[in-house]
């Protein structure tokens, strides 16, 4: 059988197939009013199609724990009830079709406040009724066009933790079984990780163990709401591609610091890290081909026994299941090959000898 769909479990929860979808922002929610930050018809259509299409597990994209945690203001958000109920018809029908609903939950940080990527995506000022002033651990612009963030104080920095909770709790509620924290791609949480981004000189900054304070702070209130049986996720990019890179010479996160990591996260209570890379820093180098991120995730599960999913340029069944027999990752998450084939899971088990869920009213097609 192929590895692909051999089921996985993680504490009391088993995913159907190891074909997984990737958190990928749509940035097509309510920008204001009552409906603000609420999935909508297109969330349902997006993440329904790949749920009908076999993939075991559904991340529902970067979701605010809080309306500043927005990257853009069409952001999906779960910091209040209304956002709840929306959430409750689209996990209701993932599960209905096999697939596990999951979600991100996000604090964009300096990187907030900026418009569509169709729009441009170009920061929104804070004179603009859009934008908002983002908040970092450090008061330094993401790049030249962005605004300079406001620095958190020890007292915001709690409270931000708080926010993960109380949205972790939400989560729960709107019938997600699995949450990712996401502390990758230059977010908040992956802004305090890098020394790029993190010049504070207190308990938050500094050496290593500061550095990933707030990080593991966030996880401990996160697990202490989420339930013991249910998996907690956490994504992070395993180098920002500064130190490793020789020819860069501003200091980053690196992939050392993310198996040094990642150990701390599995005492945590972490069950599978999410390995990607780079999103942190404007202008770093990255060695972009097929499976790239795929030897950052390797050697975590290989060094720490923390399961992993991989991610990244991952487009073919072949490869995808060459990643799991190779014992690189546990999971494979797709991205774009998701958007551009929402079957791909039932085109993969047709090619490789897997079976996925099938709604009844398509079994006369299989």
């Not at 996985?8 to 309510?30: D, G, H, K, V």
Request: proline content about 7%.
């Amino acid at each position: 059988m192929s590895a692909l769909f051999e089921p996985f479990t993680l504490r009391s929860l088993t995913i159907p197939n190891r074909l997984w979808m990737a958190p990928m922002c749509q940035y097509s929610a309510e920008v204001s009013g009552p409906d603000a930050g609420t999935v909508n018809a297109l969330h349902h259509v997006h993440y329904g199609a790949r749920a009908v299409g076999g993939t075991g597990l559904v991340l529902v994209e970067a979701t605010a724990v809080s309306p500043e945690g927005r990257i853009s203001p069409a952001d999906l958000g779960i910091w209040n009830d209304r956002q709840v109920e929306a959430f409750r018809d689209l996990t209701g029908f993932l599960a209905g079709q096999g697939t596990v609903p999951g979600i991100q939950l996000a604090h964009a940080g300096r990187k907030a406040s900026t418009d569509r990527p169709w729009l441009g995506g170009a920061p929104i000022g804070v004179a603009d009724a859009e934008g908002w002033t983002p908040v970092a651990p450090s008061p330094l612009a993401y790049d030249e066009a962005h605004t300079v963030p406001s620095e958190l104080s020890v007292e915001d920095i709690q409270q931000v933790v708080r926010q993960f909770a109380d949205a972790a709790r939400r989560a729960l509620d709107a019938g997600f079984e699995v949450a990712e924290i996401h502390g990758a791609h230059g977010y908040l949480i992956g802004e305090f990780l890098s020394p790029h981004s993190n010049h504070r000189t207190d308990a938050y900054g500094g050496s290593f163990e500061n550095r990933t304070r707030f990080a593991l702070e966030v996880v401990d209130a996160v697990r202490a709401v989420w339930p013991e049986e249910l998996p907690l996720f956490f994504r992070v990019s395993a180098t920002d591609w500064l130190t490793e890179n020789a020819d860069d010479p501003r200091e980053g996160w690196t992939a050392d610091d993310t198996v040094r990591f990642a150990r701390e996260l599995l005492a945590h209570g972490v069950d599978l890290l999410d390995v990607s890379t780079g999103g942190l820093a404007p202008k770093a180098r990255i060695p972009v081909e097929p499976g790239y991120q795929v030897p950052f995730a390797e050697r975590v599960r290989k060094e720490t026994g923390l399961p992993v999913a991989a991610v990244g340029l991952i487009t073919d069944p072949v490869q995808a299941e060459k990643v799991l027999a190779d014992g690189s990752a546990d999971a494979v998450l797709l991205g774009r090959e998701l958007l551009r084939d929402p079957y791909f899971a039932r085109n993969a088990a047709r090619a490789l000898g897997g079976d996925v869920h099938v709604p009844e009213q398509y079994g006369y097609a299989v």
